[in-house]
């Protein structure tokens, strides 16, 4: 890595745009399907170092699945320097600092390890082989660890070690009892063995209270949770006398997987392997939280009844309208619903924790604190959806000064950062069009920092706000991607930037004002810059079904001939809630270079975040409830008619095509809109979305044992006798997102509708849903190619 340094309004300036390069070297699909080492291989898992004046990084090592590990300085002419294997212990990765930032701990090869900032000393605490997880500083300066269920608090001063708390699953032992009715009573005055034998045991059971009793130091009382239950996770208050746990019943459906064939083994035999469950098969869990008193060894369970719409039945529309469709009515009926624990986080005195929940409808997710007193819920924050609670921008903490919490919440229409005092009102500290993320709070607590898209849904940048005159500054200026870490001294920001056609990179620039960035790293290869790529414009396409701009990338050809009429591609994003047509890298490089290739060969290239995309709010996310496939569907129709009256494309020479999500909205287009494509590609497609997971698709389409109707709307199957263009599907057949099954089903349907003249399937033994082998991608790009090239 060589060391260059540029001001972020010049960031670009070695990754010029199309126009200003000299060179005319072409891409080629065997480069761009080629091992992406090639581009150069950027940092992982960055970081600062404990002293603020480094950083630490991984880095894939050339032709290698092997990383190593790097520290580098944050000035000009810095050499970074390769961790060799005896001093990797003395890296802090996933460090968990004191509540002042004055020690830090972590773990290495299952050891703890604990070091001074001031004096840079750092000493192993433990030498054991014994499994550890749980670090945390208790508010006394001990350090508790845990070991299975089984909590430690360690003295760094004495190595003192000390069992804090056991759980345990199962019931507590019985306790032994004189018999109490007449047979019983009998029983022992007539058989003298088993008057013997109850005997020795309260005699045995006394000598054991007695020792313990006399003991110096006696070992807590273990909590048992219950009977035929998993615990899914725990959170210790600071001084450590008081614990959250939640619990789950054991048996239920997501404990159950099911099964995937793999053909290709070392053996040569078929392989069953183990894959996730279905959105039809599972059954809602059934979890209890409990608040444990470590000093008396007791448990409370917390009671759901404290929330309010605890008891809602929240999709009764929903099923009113799918038994409608039976002849049969609904009745309304509320009953307690199943909640499912997100986590517990603790005030830093230990005061006070509040909890995050959500319903298992995905309708509601609450926030209560806790009084410790009586063990009741106390409701700080309701967020409802008609239609799913975001599984991102949940974000939630407490600031130093221990009476106040933020969170996030999208209850304006976009994730914006909120802040709480408990029991009091809530103040929004962020507020517009534009999404609020990625939240570090100072240690003083007198800064809150983050991340946003506010000058443009593709653009993100770094701000703060002063928490005590909510005044807002933007820190960087750099365009494109962005991500940050806030240094341990907190003078500081380390950066990880991206453009359209530059690969990320790292910067370093201060914490407390908009200054100049220093890049610091220099990943991207030689190789790569040689090419000619063009930067993408991001175009707003006017819809004709929403007020709201539809953001795309648009890629030109290389060679205008304005009087001739162009073909096009529609390239169709996957992950459903993901955003791409941003101004960072991509994380489809492939496919960007991809788009470059065909721009070489005349084409216009679309790339467009229809509605579902991530990065544009709440309501652009939940216009697809119950219905995927057809507002995005008519968002990619919009883009299409931009490119028949923008770029001069004939819109008898359009393909699309797309992985995952973007294969099945392919083929959603193909079977309900045969006029949109001259051709496409659904890549590891969605065919049926009760073969899907069950926590990505009853967001957004319930279950189909409560509402089919959204199933059937939205899953391509029921569409297929609409395909009337040609179709190529591309399927891994060990993806264990996507299963085989998806394709093999649709095939078969295809079949017996007898379209034989128009699909083609194409399968890839090895592969799982992200494609690793070159020879696979290039096989499955080839035929891609092949067929635009054939149809259009």
């Given at each position: 890595m060589k060391k260059v340094i540029l001001i972020s309004s010049l960031i670009a300036c070695s990754f010029l745009s199309s126009e200003a390069q000299t060179t005319d070297k072409k891409i080629t699909l065997k480069k761009v399907m080629s091992d992406p080492d090639w581009m150069g291989r950027p940092a992982q898992n960055w970081r600062w170092h404990y002293k603020s004046d480094k950083i630490i990084y991984s880095q894939k090592r050339l032709?290698?699945?092997?990383?190593?590990?790097?520290?580098?300085?944050?000035?000009?002419?810095?050499t970074p320097n390769q961790v060799d294997?005896?001093?990797?212990h003395t890296l802090s990765n996933r460090a968990v600092w004191n509540a002042d930032k004055?020690?830090?701990?972590?773990?290495?090869?299952?050891?703890?390890?604990?070091?001074?900032?001031?004096?840079?000393?750092?000493?192993?605490?433990?030498?054991?082989?014994?499994?550890?997880?749980?670090?945390?500083?208790?508010?006394t300066g001990k350090i508790v660890f845990r070991s299975g269920w089984t909590y430690y608090s360690l003295n760094p001063d004495n190595f003192q070690l000390a069992e804090l708390a056991n759980l345990k699953i199962g019931k507590p032992p019985k306790s032994i009892k004189d018999p109490k009715s007449y047979v019983a009573k009998e029983q022992h005055k007539l058989i003298e063995y088993v008057a013997k034998k109850h005997a020795e045991k309260k005699a045995a059971?006394?000598?054991?209270?007695?020792?313990?009793?006399?003991?110096?130091?006696?070992?807590p009382d273990s909590i048992y949770l219950g009977k035929e239950v998993t615990i899914r996770w725990s959170s210790l208050s600071p001084t450590g006398d008081k614990m959250i746990v939640a619990t789950r019943e054991k048996g239920d459906a997501y404990n159950k997987k099911d099964v995937m064939p793999n053909y290709i083994t070392g053996d040569a035999s078929v392989e069953a392997v183990k894959a996730r469950v279905r959105v039809g098969t599972t059954t809602p869990p059934k979890e209890k939280l409990w608040l444990l008193d470590l000093k008396s060894s007791t448990k409370l369970q917390l009671s759901i009844k404290d929330l309010d719409g605890f008891d809602e039945d929240v999709l009764a529309s929903v099923k009113q309208e799918n038994m409608q469709r039976d002849g049969k009515s609904y009745t309304s009926q509320n009953a307690p619903r199943n909640i499912v624990f997100w986590r517990a986080l603790w005030s830093p005195n230990g005061a006070d924790v509040a909890v995050m929940m959500e319903a298992h409808d995905n309708k509601d997710r609450w926030i209560a604190t806790v009084d410790l007193s009586t063990a009741k819920f106390?409701?700080?924050?309701?967020?409802?959806?008609?239609?799913?609670?975001?599984?991102?921008?949940n974000q939630m903490g407490w600031l130093p000064s221990s009476d106040q919490f933020f969170y996030q919440s999208e209850e304006d229409g976009y994730a914006h950062i909120y802040l709480k005092k408990p029991g009091q009102k809530t103040i929004q500290l962020t507020k517009g069009s534009y999404v609020a993320d990625r939240i570090t709070v100072t240690k003083k607590g007198d800064y809150l920092y983050y991340r946003a898209n506010k000058e443009h849904p593709g653009v993100f940048e770094i701000y703060r706000v002063a928490l005590a005159s909510g005044k807002h500054e933007q820190l960087t200026s750099l365009g494109g991607l962005i991500d940050y870490r806030l240094s341990p001294d907190e003078s500081s920001l380390l950066l990880e930037h991206s453009k359209t056609i530059m690969p990320p990179e790292l910067f370093v620039q201060s914490a407390h004002s908009n200054s100049k960035a220093v890049q610091i790293s220099a990943f991207t290869s030689e190789e790569f810059k040689s090419y000619s790529w063009q930067t993408p414009e991001i175009v707003e396409v006017k819809s004709d079904h929403h007020d709201r701009p539809i953001y795309a990338r648009v890629y030109r050809p290389v060679a205008q001939h304005?009087?001739?009429?162009?073909?096009?591609?529609?390239?169709?994003?996957?992950?459903?809630?993901?955003?791409?047509?941003?101004?960072?890298?991509s994380g489809y490089f492939r496919e960007f270079m991809f788009h470059q290739m065909l721009i070489q060969k005349g084409y216009v290239v679309m790339d467009m975040d229809w509605r579902a995309s991530k990065g544009y709010g709440r309501d652009w996310r939940t216009a697809i409830y119950r219905q995927m496939g057809t507002p995005e569907v008519e968002d990619i129709?919009?883009?299409?008619?931009?490119?028949?009256?923008?770029?001069?494309?004939?819109?008898?020479?359009?393909?699309?095509?797309?992985?995952?999500?973007?294969g099945f909205l392919t083929l959603?287009?193909?079977?309900?809109?045969?006029?949109?494509?001259?051709?496409?590609?659904?890549?590891?497609?969605?065919?049926?979305?009760?073969?899907?997971?069950?926590?990505?698709?009853s967001n957004i389409l319930n279950t189909p044992q409560v509402d089919p109707i959204a199933f059937e709307r939205s899953s391509p199957i029921y569409f297929a006798e609409g395909l009337q263009k040609p179709l190529l599907l591309n399927a891994p057949m060990v993806d264990s997102n996507v299963f085989f099954q998806d394709t093999v089903r649709l095939v078969q349907r295809l079949i017996e509708l007898e379209k034989t003249d128009n699909f083609e399937t194409a399968i890839f033994p090895v592969e799982n849903h992200g494609f690793t082998e070159p020879s696979s991608w290039l096989d499955e790009y080839r035929r891609i190619f092949k067929l635009f090239e054939n149809n259009l």
């Amino acid at each position: 890595m060589k060391k260059v340094i540029l001001i972020s309004s010049l960031i670009a300036c070695s990754f010029l745009s199309s126009e200003a390069q000299t060179t005319d070297k072409k891409i080629t699909l065997k480069k761009v399907m080629s091992d992406p080492d090639w581009m150069g291989r950027p940092a992982q898992n960055w970081r600062w170092h404990y002293k603020s004046d480094k950083i630490i990084y991984s880095q894939k090592r050339l032709n290698s699945p092997i990383r190593d590990s790097f520290v580098d300085g944050i000035d000009a002419g810095d050499t970074p320097n390769q961790v060799d294997a005896h001093s990797l212990h003395t890296l802090s990765n996933r460090a968990v600092w004191n509540a002042d930032k004055s020690k830090l701990i972590y773990l290495s090869n299952g050891n703890i390890f604990m070091r001074a900032v001031a004096t840079g000393k750092l000493k192993q605490l433990t030498f054991t082989s014994e499994s550890k997880t749980g670090l945390q500083f208790l508010s006394t300066g001990k350090i508790v660890f845990r070991s299975g269920w089984t909590y430690y608090s360690l003295n760094p001063d004495n190595f003192q070690l000390a069992e804090l708390a056991n759980l345990k699953i199962g019931k507590p032992p019985k306790s032994i009892k004189d018999p109490k009715s007449y047979v019983a009573k009998e029983q022992h005055k007539l058989i003298e063995y088993v008057a013997k034998k109850h005997a020795e045991k309260k005699a045995a059971k006394a000598h054991r209270d007695a020792l313990k009793e006399a003991a110096p130091a006696s070992l807590p009382d273990s909590i048992y949770l219950g009977k035929e239950v998993t615990i899914r996770w725990s959170s210790l208050s600071p001084t450590g006398d008081k614990m959250i746990v939640a619990t789950r019943e054991k048996g239920d459906a997501y404990n159950k997987k099911d099964v995937m064939p793999n053909y290709i083994t070392g053996d040569a035999s078929v392989e069953a392997v183990k894959a996730r469950v279905r959105v039809g098969t599972t059954t809602p869990p059934k979890e209890k939280l409990w608040l444990l008193d470590l000093k008396s060894s007791t448990k409370l369970q917390l009671s759901i009844k404290d929330l309010d719409g605890f008891d809602e039945d929240v999709l009764a529309s929903v099923k009113q309208e799918n038994m409608q469709r039976d002849g049969k009515s609904y009745t309304s009926q509320n009953a307690p619903r199943n909640i499912v624990f997100w986590r517990a986080l603790w005030s830093p005195n230990g005061a006070d924790v509040a909890v995050m929940m959500e319903a298992h409808d995905n309708k509601d997710r609450w926030i209560a604190t806790v009084d410790l007193s009586t063990a009741k819920f106390k409701q700080e924050h309701r967020l409802h959806d008609d239609a799913w609670i975001n599984y991102h921008h949940n974000q939630m903490g407490w600031l130093p000064s221990s009476d106040q919490f933020f969170y996030q919440s999208e209850e304006d229409g976009y994730a914006h950062i909120y802040l709480k005092k408990p029991g009091q009102k809530t103040i929004q500290l962020t507020k517009g069009s534009y999404v609020a993320d990625r939240i570090t709070v100072t240690k003083k607590g007198d800064y809150l920092y983050y991340r946003a898209n506010k000058e443009h849904p593709g653009v993100f940048e770094i701000y703060r706000v002063a928490l005590a005159s909510g005044k807002h500054e933007q820190l960087t200026s750099l365009g494109g991607l962005i991500d940050y870490r806030l240094s341990p001294d907190e003078s500081s920001l380390l950066l990880e930037h991206s453009k359209t056609i530059m690969p990320p990179e790292l910067f370093v620039q201060s914490a407390h004002s908009n200054s100049k960035a220093v890049q610091i790293s220099a990943f991207t290869s030689e190789e790569f810059k040689s090419y000619s790529w063009q930067t993408p414009e991001i175009v707003e396409v006017k819809s004709d079904h929403h007020d709201r701009p539809i953001y795309a990338r648009v890629y030109r050809p290389v060679a205008q001939h304005d009087a001739i009429k162009k073909r096009a591609v529609m390239f169709i994003h996957g992950a459903g809630y993901l955003q791409n047509a941003h101004k960072g890298w991509s994380g489809y490089f492939r496919e960007f270079m991809f788009h470059q290739m065909l721009i070489q060969k005349g084409y216009v290239v679309m790339d467009m975040d229809w509605r579902a995309s991530k990065g544009y709010g709440r309501d652009w996310r939940t216009a697809i409830y119950r219905q995927m496939g057809t507002p995005e569907v008519e968002d990619i129709r919009s883009g299409i008619n931009f490119m028949i009256e923008n770029e001069n494309v004939d819109p008898k020479r359009i393909g699309g095509y797309g992985g995952s999500y973007g294969g099945f909205l392919t083929l959603m287009a193909m079977f309900k809109e045969p006029d949109l494509f001259a051709a496409g590609s659904a890549l590891r497609l969605v065919s049926d979305w009760t073969s899907y997971n069950h926590g990505y698709t009853s967001n957004i389409l319930n279950t189909p044992q409560v509402d089919p109707i959204a199933f059937e709307r939205s899953s391509p199957i029921y569409f297929a006798e609409g395909l009337q263009k040609p179709l190529l599907l591309n399927a891994p057949m060990v993806d264990s997102n996507v299963f085989f099954q998806d394709t093999v089903r649709l095939v078969q349907r295809l079949i017996e509708l007898e379209k034989t003249d128009n699909f083609e399937t194409a399968i890839f033994p090895v592969e799982n849903h992200g494609f690793t082998e070159p020879s696979s991608w290039l096989d499955e790009y080839r035929r891609i190619f092949k067929l635009f090239e054939n149809n259009l």
